[in-house]
């Protein structure tokens, strides 16, 4: 009944993931943390955000939800200060399953006969629809059209008997991407799913914990770390769940052993450049690629300046720029004013959106050849406009040079994309694509040279590749059940809810 | 777990009910009928409203809910347009039962596997919470701390076929006060529990059906259709349950037969005094109480005038003055620009509250003997204040009348009543709470005196009384199971939510 | 260039006056006094209000204002507090004179050479536009279109040293109705217009001043002392002007005399029951009114009851009762969810509207000869509604009796009327006004009459009469510059405003 | 009596300028066309925003004013299409002179005899207060605290007959700078002053006027026409005045010839980096200021990164690597998701700021040698924590480098600058600046450094600088007449407004 991955923004040029989580455990001020860990994760979702603590002595969770940015919705200390108690989960929403409601919006609780719990979960399950399906018809109410309440409606029926084995008992119903956090009065539980799709770390604030001794805090990206006061411990192993509480952090491995398939994506686009994820630099990956993507498709007839499309070109840019021995210039000045490219669920001045977010610098582009650098192309909407506008500022030639290969397939695991009929690079020729966005040449890094930037010498191996690659080859980790059985595409039987102001 | 009957005013003297209801079946702009109808039942509640409505040629719910008066949470015409189709339910929410959370506000709504369905409903219900428990151990999740929940889970876990059977199904297994509406968007079903504790009227709407013909209303009052251009046809039975479909209305009785009745008190406080309940013109025994009051206890030494406490003492006062042959005089003017005493679920300036709504008027007052009429004491305190307030403005003479008889016991059938041990007249003797409220003389109509005024010749039957009573004789007509295996009195386990602004 | 008196509200049936004025001096917590002063008299006006108060300490003045009731502008603590200082005036507005600007919302401020001032008045001015015109061709700014702005530049470009030697200037050249208070940060100044048009008292409040001993405040009702704990000293008298400071009250009578014509609507209408005007009680006056009429004009084939249209016409539906000998009862039901009867600057749901405030007690009203008793009849599409209002609900007979003459003559001294085309009593013989309301009679209070219910025996005097009667007369009690000179009825040419929000 | 220049953030370590202004004359859509032009300005002024058009067809001007972003302030369709006609003027605030009243938000608007006109205008005036009290000596009454309230009283005061004129006699009486744009029904008015020190251009928009034709417009920079489908024409010559109106643009010189002394610090930080000013692309000029930086202070012992402070630092860090030929990395990341560096009006997370803001991306950072690119340095509080969070990042040395002279003297024409007490450089020598800021080294461009890389090969003129350098000389081009007088500093007599709502 669900409309799992409609695809929002018509004439957006970019894939996007949803989600950010965090948690923290046993800490002074549990609240203030997890929304300042929201907030240097603010990039993985904007478009709402919640946190739920538990206060031990007063033996309560309090709630905070809203739409918007974690600014806005947590943006006053009395807000802050009113979710109290030292444990705390939150979430960054970014709506690709489920429809845009407030009921949608995550950290979501229920209670247990023997207490209650709350859960977030960043990624998308494959098979969310089909058990949603069965637990309606056995007497379950679901509040939104999110796959976190099939979650937590798994959990609560459960016969086991503590929340880590409920935990353990739904997850393993489940097939797809997840990371999650749960928060009970007595632990805080984080999971990474068997294939390790989405990232999951765990850090550390040093005497920071209530009562002394230390906190620890779960994060989705280690770049939130830093803004917390907290060292980065280490990244969550696929299917590893770890469960802090008053004697520490256990780590368990439950589930049974998959082949780990981290999203080759974050690395290209999604994470922020100064996190780490699989042992790995961001930023350095980043401008690995751009070396690659220089040493596979200079233009031939040499180039004058490398523009990146800001910001999220910038270190492939650099690193083009770097191996071309070319100059690199800001050539196209990004707003500062407008939220991050396409990741707005409304689009009202549809026309003027790419112009009210970039600008062109005209000096750097009069009469140069301009090798442009952007991170991918979705449906080349943008990519068009962007060609156009350093054209018109007076550029001879344009070069495009994307730091992906060609995105072929809509993602199943978390990255909202839109169907593959609208998708450039699966309807048309690399020849073809690059007179669709006017541009003199195009090329994307190879597969193997993404690869070689990963730090795979010998690039891809085809057998059993090293990560998710599915959005440009197709081939998918997991099963996609809701997918094959026809479930997705229609919307939830949920009323349409007027946001009560 | 849930504290449902915390008294929530410290220095209120009244009782209050909780809520009203409305459906709308088939009409044109049925949203805006259950708005108007939900305005006109603005006394029985002002914390919050509600709507459900369901498009029938989109096949799709639509809903709003907000705190706050029914003109805040629905007043522009596009928020009412946005609400489409020609069946609607709702609600407004006083308080009693749940904490203050925005996701107890009504009407409720869940998927069935065939389809959805929204329930409100108005009372209180007596083994709501012992249920509940069982259902948490049996894995169903509750959003919210509201009894509404329970009853749509009960519907959800049915094995019934049809709406209307899992609505019996669930409604045998509660006790207490109830009146409900439920929307599928096949049909409109209204029910009056079993012993008709709380009133339901139904009514019709001239050619204002979709498509032409007749529409069909339910709502807690009469006084309700007015305003909505439809016609009084009939007050629910005890016990019936009206289904309104498009083969018209079928009336069922699916209970057991109880004895009726009736809550008294809608009659001496709650109810408009324009509508008609149990066949009766509440404002006309409201004058008859008044007489009764007269005839039983005027001041041996003779009054000078008849002084209502407005607006709620008007009509007992004008009965009294009438029989006493004394003038009746506005000698308390009551201010516009404030809610209905103490419904407001906050009252930050305290002490200068009754003065906010109530002032002297000193002409009719100075060097009289005064005869106060008012409808009720509670705690006592607002009456001492405004027995002070009359005085201080020079009254020789205060003499309270009170047009029902001493409350001593709290209600579990949805009138917000403090804990027995807060009511002055479970505290004090007659003499006593005179001083404690410093009138030179007080008396309660009796409780034949009541009886005679609701026309019943013969006063109050002892073995069978008509009307539930309790709240003046302790005599509750059905099993307290909450009460009686002490599950009252906690506080929910689901979080202390922050309004997302 | 002002459209100073346009008709605001198509459908209304009655006449309203414009504004109210508070003053406090020297008082600990003076801007939380006003604000309870401003409460009280908000049936002056609903569409605004503002506060600016004084702090001596920080020398500094403070303001807020806003639109909608005083509860809404100043309804947390926190906004008061944050109004420091001992010394305060406030505003009630209502948009007779003026667009509905933000910039209109008084008090307003001046800065002097020698230090600031603010101003706040009620009434209207007879030739404010004409002296605008001259003062813009001088070179002075308006930000508004209010008439204050123009008294507050005669009092800046005023050569005298004093601030209370200015307002005399200032004043002494507008002509009309006008009560106001200056404050300065030495001084609060209060002052009545020399006919005495409209109200303004004095009150005390004992031991209250920073510092200690009595502080004072002025109002434009006596009712507002009681919410402040005030005693009222005494009304000023026309052409008074008091000026306190620390050296106590200082009386003076500035102005040449005139023969005192204060409003005789404020005692028919528009002061609340509970004030005390020109030494009478309103209330009093209300019933002897209702008294006259029932003498006048009783139907000759008797009545069944006297029903009063709620709230305004229940004192004089008393003392018509009592004079009849004919049952008084509440056959109209007014609700508590809406604002006074047509004082709301918008009327969406024009349909509606008198029913949402309206509805009938049909118990009372089915079969019956009743008598309505109203206070006056504007443009007569209220009182049609009322009559159909109560006729559907079974009434045999309706006859309307209204405690005033017939209105048949705009107010240009701050009671919003339209213009004279639209009155019903200006268009119609009472024959015909019977038919327009579809009454079975009709008869309005004689001019006589009414003089008598204000204690004068022998009833109007025709050469010097004792009030302004204009409104039923024609007879203007001064001149009317901008309305003979044609300069009313053009829109200002400043802005229309967007509200910030 | 006004406060023209207090410090507003205490612990902000930049200079920031106050304002942006745009007027579009004849153009479809006018206003619209002006939200952009603010949106595409909005680095000049983030605290208000105010745009006034003017509709001929019906003889109004339309206004709407607010604090924030444009987005918010503007953000609906339904605000832009209100503010209807063909000619606005609108106006970006960043409140250094005058506190933060809403009256304070440009445009403002008066009356004159003749109709009406509205003025926004951007610098900052230097007798402004001398002049203003004269004014009020005078009966003008003062609504705001902003120095354009001057500007308007001499215009509405002026004798002379045109609007021209009487702004010509207006800005004839100032000092100062300023830059600004007038609008009456019959005309739209461009004034650079005589220095020229603020920046103003003119642009047209081909086949966009009212009745086909061409629409002009004027912007403080150049980088607005873009956004707008604007041409760039030219940039106004100091002393200027174009008056456009139906019969196209007139071109006047008004004003006594003076020395041009544009602002040298607009191409060193406050200009976007893609707007033309002077005729140089500002953001060349900002890579060979980089240039200079490293012929003159590269680090004696070589460097490893090259690594700009984040945005503002980025063309000189560019031109600083290619020139020392060291690898340019993004070792600080910077958030899309907080405004402007310290150009927000409140900090209340005051420890936390930078870090909101800034973070450090380790790889690039760990062990290196990091020589930091930054525009200037105010207080010096921003550069230590940058420093901190670098040094904290592993870095192994840290070398700033500042793309202006040290700040020495605060700045009268426009730009928010501390009392020179609170400038690092005001205070302290080299060695011990770069000791406060705990820098290994710290170098400044020298003048002659930034003079040249303005295109000036022989450095700075020392008898006649060609810019207002006054922040690095204390060489003031005008007088200084408010301030040698001792009028700044106290604050103004105006209330402390609360906001309404």
Redesign the interface.
């Known amino acids: 009944m669900l409309n799992a991955r409609r695809p929002k923004y018509a004439d957006d040029d970019k894939l996007h993931e949803e989600c950010a989580i965090v948690g923290v455990w046993n800490a002074v001020g549990a609240a203030k943390l997890a929304a300042?860990g929201l907030?240097?994760l603010?990039?993985r979702g904007q478009e709402a955000s919640g946190i739920?603590s538990h206060d031990r002595s007063e033996g309560?969770?309090?709630?905070?939800?809203?739409?918007g940015?974690?600014?806005r919705?947590f943006g006053s200390?009395e807000?802050i200060e009113?979710?109290k108690g030292g444990g705390a989960i939150g979430h960054n929403r970014y709506a690709t399953t489920g429809e845009d409601m407030?009921?949608n919006i995550q950290p979501m609780?229920?209670?247990?006969?023997f207490?209650?719990f709350?859960v977030a979960h960043n990624g998308n399950l494959t098979n969310a629809l089909k058990i949603r399906?069965r637990l309606?018809?056995?007497?379950?109410?679901?509040?939104s059209s999110s796959d976190t309440e099939v979650i937590?409606?798994l959990i609560?029926?459960?016969v086991r008997s503590t929340l880590a084995e409920r935990v353990v008992d739904a997850l393993t119903q489940m097939d797809g991407a997840y990371s999650l956090v749960a928060l009970s009065p007595k632990k805080l539980i984080g999971v990474r799913d068997p294939m390790g799709v989405r990232p999951l770390a765990l850090g550390r604030i040093v005497g920071q914990a209530v009562g002394g001794g230390d906190a620890y805090v779960l994060a989705s990206e280690s770049?939130a770390f830093?803004?917390l006061g907290a060292e980065f411990v280490r990244e969550l192993n696929p299917g590893e769940m770890v469960v802090i509480d008053d004697n520490g952090i256990t780590s368990l491995n439950p589930f049974p052993p998959a082949v780990p398939k981290p999203c080759i994506f974050e690395h290209i686009y999604f994470a922020?450049?100064?996190s780490?994820i699989g042992g790995r630099?961001v930023?350095?990956t980043r401008k690995l690629i751009g070396k690659e993507l220089a040493e596979e498709s200079h233009p031939a007839n040499g180039a004058d300046v490398v523009v990146p499309v800001p910001?999220s070109g910038?270190?492939a840019a650099?690193g083009y720029a770097?191996e071309a021995n070319v100059?690199?210039?800001?050539g196209i000045?990004r707003?500062?004013?407008?939220?991050?490219t396409f990741i707005q669920p409304t689009q009202?001045i549809r026309d003027?959106g790419v112009?009210?977010k970039h600008?062109?610098?005209?000096?750097?582009l009069k009469g140069k050849r301009v090798v442009l650098v952007d991170d991918s192309i979705v449906r080349g909407t943008t990519s068009a406009k962007i060609v156009d506008l350093v054209r018109r500022a007076g550029a001879a030639e344009v070069h495009m040079r994307i730091s992906s290969p060609p995105t072929t397939n809509p993602c199943f695991y978390g990255i909202d994309t839109p169907d593959r009929s609208e998708l450039l690079a699966a309807r048309y020729s690399l020849d073809e694509m690059a007179k669709q966005i006017k541009a003199d040449s195009l090329a994307f890094v190879s597969l193997d040279g993404l690869y070689r930037a990963m730090g795979e010498p010998t690039g891809r191996k085809t057998e059993q590749p090293q990560y998710c690659d599915a959005c440009f080859t197709g081939e998918y980790p997991s099963r996609l059940v809701d997918q094959d059985e026809g479930l997705i595409g229609a919307?939830s039987?949920?009323?349409?809810?007027?946001a009560?102001?």
């Open positions: 300042l907030h240097a603010q990039h739920v309560r969770f309090y709630s905070r939800k809203g739409r940015h974690v600014e919705v200390p807000r009113g979710l407030t009921s609780f229920a209670e247990f006969a207490g209650g709350a399906h309606v018809a056995e007497g379950s109410i679901f509040q937590i409606h609560a029926r459960s770049c830093d803004l922020r450049p100064d780490v630099s930023y350095e910001d910038v270190p650099i770097t100059p690199f210039e800001l000045i707003s500062h004013y407008v939220g991050r009202s003027l112009r009210m600008s062109a610098n005209g000096g750097v919307s039987g949920l009323p349409i809810e007027q009560a102001e």
